[in-house]
C-alpha cells in the first residue's frame, strides 16, 4: 500500500497513540509449555555430622564446594544462612496476602510459598525436590517464587533455586534463564550446554514459539543461518502486533532481550545482500510495529526515493515516541528546509496540487515563513537534548548563541558529558570563540545529516 495513500503513518500524533506494541504468537498457534519430566537420576545424599555443621546441604554431583547440581549459589555460614531463612520467611507470613493480588486463590500461594522457602534452603535444586511443594505443576512453584521476588528483591535466593530446579523440571522459561545467561558471557562463541539442547527439543517437537525463539538465536549465533533464517520466517508469520503487554510465557521477545523476528530476517537478509527483503521487513517494522528505529531506518529509504512527504511523516511518528535521533533527523530536516536545501511539504503541494496552492497564496490561508522552519528546527532539537540525544544539544547550542540567548552558555555545558564531542574540531572552535560579539557560528553540513 503506498503510503501516499495512507493515513495511518500521520495518526500516531500523541504519546498514547505513538505507542510500540510489544509481539505476541498468534492465537490460532499451539503455545504449549508441556514439561518433560526427567526422573531424578542421582542417589540420596547425607552429609556427615562434621560437614553439616559448616554448611547447608550439598549434592554429590557438585564440581566445588559452592555449586549446587551445576548451579552456582553463594557459600554462608550457617548461622547466617538459617537467619537468612528465618528473615525470609517471617516476612512471606506477614505479607503474602499482598504479595499476591487474587485473594481467592491466597491459601493456595501461602502453602505453596512455605513449601519453597522450606525446600529452598533445605534440598538441592532438583526437579524431585519440587514434588513435595506442588507436584505435577512446577511452573506454579516458579510463579510463587517469581513473586515473593518481586517483593523483596534482595533476597534472591529463593528464586534462583527455583529457576534451577525448575529448569531440571523442564519449565521453558526457566531454561531460557540459562541460556540467556551463556549468551550474555558468551556470545558468539556460545558453547552447546544440556538446556540449549533440551530447548532445541521443546522448540521443534513441541511448536513452542518461545523456545523456537531461543533456538533461533542459538542457530544464528552458531551460523547456522538456513536454519534460523526458516524460524523466523515462521515466527514473524505467527507474531502480531499488540499494545497490550504479553504475558511472560507468551513473549517470544522473553522481556525485550531478544529481538522481533522481523529484526533478526532484516540482519540475516542484509549479510546475504538481500536488501530488497531487508527494506521491505523494515517497512514490517516501521508502519506496522511502529518500531522507532526502524521508523527512522525507513525514513531514510524513503529519502533515498526522493519521498520526502513520508520521509517527514516517519520521522514524525517515530519523535512522538520519545526516540532522540528521531527528533535530531526532523530538527535537521527543519533547518535545511529554512536554508531551501530541501523541499517543504508546501513546495510539493505546489508541485502536485498547482491550482489549490494558488488559492491558498490568493486568500492568505497560513503557510509557514523561513523564520516558521527554524523555529521548528529549535523546537526538535530542544527535544532531542531533553531525551539525552547530544548531537541535538550541540546544534541546539549553534542556534542560540546565534540568536543571543542566555540559556546558550549553560546548555553548551551539557555537551561536556560526551568527552569526544566536546573535544572535537568545531565545538573546540566554537568554545575559543564563544564570547567574541563578532562571532557568527553555523552549523556546518556534517551536522545536518538526514
Same mark, same amino acid.
Given at each position: 500500500?503506498?503510503?501516499?495513500?495512507?493515513?495511518?503513518?500521520?495518526?500516531? !500524533?500523541?504519546?498514547?497513540?505513538?505507542?510500540?506494541?510489544?509481539?505476541?504468537?498468534?492465537?490460532? $498457534?499451539?503455545?504449549?509449555?508441556? $514439561?518433560?519430566?526427567?526422573?531424578?537420576?542421582?542417589?540420596?545424599?547425607?552429609?556427615?555430622?562434621?560437614?553439616?555443621?559448616?554448611?547447608?546441604?550439598?549434592?554429590?554431583?557438585a564440581k566445588s564446594l559452592n555449586r549446587t547440581y551445576g548451579?552456582?549459589?553463594?557459600?554462608?555460614?550457617?548461622?547466617?544462612? *538459617?537467619?537468612?531463612?528465618?528473615?525470609?520467611?517471617?516476612?512471606?507470613?506477614?505479607?503474602?496476602?499482598?504479595?499476591?493480588?487474587?485473594?481467592?486463590?491466597?491459601?493456595?500461594?501461602?502453602?505453596?510459598?512455605?513449601?519453597?522457602?522450606?525446600?529452598? #534452603?533445605?534440598?538441592?535444586?532438583?526437579?524431585?525436590?519440587?514434588?513435595?511443594?506442588?507436584?505435577?505443576?512446577?511452573?506454579?512453584?516458579?510463579?510463587?517464587?517469581?513473586?515473593?521476588?518481586?517483593?523483596?528483591?534482595?533476597?534472591?535466593?529463593?528464586?534462583?533455586?527455583?529457576?534451577?530446579?525448575?529448569?531440571?523440571?523442564?519449565?521453558?522459561?526457566?531454561?531460557?534463564?540459562?541460556?540467556?545467561?551463556? $549468551? +550474555? +558471557?558468551?556470545?558468539?562463541?556460545?558453547?552447546?550446554?544440556?538446556?540449549?539442547?533440551?530447548?532445541?527439543?521443546?522448540?521443534?517437537?513441541?511448536?513452542?514459539?518461545?523456545?523456537?525463539?531461543? *533456538?533461533?538465536?542459538?542457530?544464528?549465533?552458531?551460523?547456522?543461518?538456513?536454519?534460523?533464517?526458516?524460524?523466523?520466517?515462521?515466527?514473524?508469520?505467527?507474531?502480531?502486533?499488540?499494545?497490550?503487554?504479553?504475558?511472560?510465557?507468551?513473549?517470544?521477545?522473553?522481556?525485550?532481550? #531478544?529481538?522481533?523476528?522481523? +529484526?533478526?530476517?532484516?540482519?540475516?537478509?542484509?549479510?546475504?545482500?538481500?536488501?530488497?527483503?531487508?527494506?521491505?521487513?523494515?517497512?514490517?517494522?516501521?508502519?506496522?510495529?511502529?518500531?522507532?528505529?526502524?521508523?527512522?531506518?525507513?525514513?531514510?529509504?524513503?529519502?533515498?526515493?526522493?519521498?520526502?512527504?513520508?520521509?517527514?511523516?516517519?520521522?514524525?511518528?517515530?519523535?512522538?515516541?520519545?526516540?532522540?535521533?528521531?527528533?535530531?533527523?526532523?530538527?535537521?530536516?527543519?533547518?535545511?528546509?529554512?536554508?531551501?536545501?530541501?523541499?517543504?511539504?508546501?513546495?510539493?503541494?505546489?508541485?502536485?496540487?498547482?491550482?489549490r496552492t494558488w488559492f491558498v497564496d490568493l486568500f492568505g *490561508?497560513?503557510?509557514?515563513?523561513?523564520?516558521?522552519?527554524?523555529?521548528?528546527?529549535?523546537?526538535?532539537?530542544?527535544?532531542?537534548?531533553?531525551?539525552?540525544?547530544?548531537?541535538?544539544?550541540?546544534?541546539?547550542?549553534?542556534?542560540?548563541?546565534?540568536?543571543?540567548?542566555?540559556?546558550?552558555?549553560? $546548555? !553548551?555545558?551539557?555537551?561536556?558529558?560526551? #568527552?569526544?564531542?566536546?573535544?572535537? &574540531?568545531?565545538?573546540? +572552535?566554537?568554545? &575559543?570563540?564563544?564570547?567574541?560579539?563578532?562571532? &557568527?557560528?553555523?552549523?556546518?553540513?556534517?551536522?545536518?545529516?538526514?
Amino acid at each position: 500500500m503506498s503510503l501516499h495513500r495512507s493515513s495511518q503513518i500521520l495518526r500516531p !500524533l500523541c504519546q498514547s497513540c505513538a505507542r510500540r506494541p510489544s509481539l505476541l504468537p498468534s492465537s490460532t $498457534i499451539p503455545t504449549t509449555t508441556n $514439561i518433560i519430566r526427567t526422573p531424578a537420576t542421582t542417589r540420596n545424599y547425607t552429609a556427615t555430622s562434621n560437614y553439616q555443621a559448616k554448611r547447608p546441604l550439598r549434592s554429590p554431583a557438585a564440581k566445588s564446594l559452592n555449586r549446587t547440581y551445576g548451579k552456582e549459589f553463594s557459600v554462608v555460614e550457617p548461622e547466617e544462612w *538459617w537467619a537468612e531463612h528465618d528473615g525470609v520467611k517471617k516476612r512471606f507470613e506477614k505479607n503474602y496476602a499482598t504479595i499476591y493480588a487474587d485473594n481467592r486463590r491466597a491459601k493456595v500461594f501461602r502453602e505453596i510459598g512455605r513449601r519453597l522457602i522450606h525446600a529452598a #534452603y533445605n534440598s538441592p535444586a532438583t526437579a524431585e525436590s519440587l514434588k513435595p511443594i506442588w507436584a505435577g505443576d512446577p511452573a506454579r512453584v516458579l510463579d510463587v517464587a517469581l513473586a515473593i521476588f518481586s517483593s523483596a528483591p534482595w533476597e534472591t535466593h529463593v528464586v534462583r533455586w527455583s529457576v534451577a530446579a525448575t529448569s531440571e523440571a523442564g519449565v521453558v522459561w526457566s531454561m531460557i534463564q540459562f541460556v540467556h545467561s551463556q $549468551i +550474555k +558471557k558468551h556470545g558468539t562463541n556460545l558453547p552447546n550446554s544440556r538446556e540449549i539442547e533440551r530447548i532445541k527439543k521443546i522448540a521443534y517437537e513441541k511448536d513452542d514459539p518461545v523456545a523456537l525463539m531461543v *533456538w533461533g538465536d542459538v542457530a544464528w549465533r552458531w551460523g547456522r543461518k538456513d536454519e534460523a533464517l526458516e524460524i523466523f520466517q515462521y515466527l514473524n508469520k505467527i507474531a502480531y502486533p499488540s499494545f497490550s503487554p504479553a504475558e511472560r510465557n507468551n513473549d517470544i521477545t522473553y522481556e525485550g532481550h #531478544y529481538q522481533a523476528p522481523w +529484526k533478526y530476517l532484516v540482519e540475516i537478509h542484509n549479510e546475504a545482500g538481500r536488501y530488497d527483503e531487508a527494506d521491505e521487513l523494515m517497512k514490517l517494522g516501521a508502519l506496522t510495529y511502529r518500531d522507532p528505529a526502524a521508523l527512522v531506518s525507513y525514513a531514510y529509504i524513503r529519502k533515498e526515493k526522493g519521498d520526502w512527504e513520508s520521509y517527514e511523516q516517519c520521522l514524525v511518528v517515530a519523535a512522538m515516541t520519545g526516540h532522540g535521533e528521531a527528533c535530531f533527523r526532523l530538527g535537521n530536516y527543519y533547518y535545511r528546509i529554512y536554508k531551501g536545501e530541501v523541499p517543504s511539504r508546501e513546495d510539493i503541494a505546489a508541485k502536485k496540487h498547482p491550482i489549490r496552492t494558488w488559492f491558498v497564496d490568493l486568500f492568505g *490561508w497560513f503557510t509557514l515563513t523561513k523564520k516558521d522552519w527554524r523555529r521548528l528546527a529549535i523546537n526538535w532539537y530542544e527535544m532531542a537534548s531533553a531525551l539525552g540525544y547530544m548531537p541535538g544539544t550541540r546544534n541546539l547550542v549553534v542556534l542560540l548563541r546565534e540568536d543571543g540567548h542566555e540559556s546558550a552558555t549553560e $546548555i !553548551l555545558d551539557r555537551i561536556k558529558l560526551d #568527552y569526544v564531542m566536546w573535544n572535537s &574540531k568545531n565545538i573546540v +572552535k566554537l568554545r &575559543k570563540s564563544w564570547d567574541d560579539p563578532n562571532f &557568527k557560528p553555523d552549523l556546518p553540513a556534517a551536522w545536518l545529516e538526514l
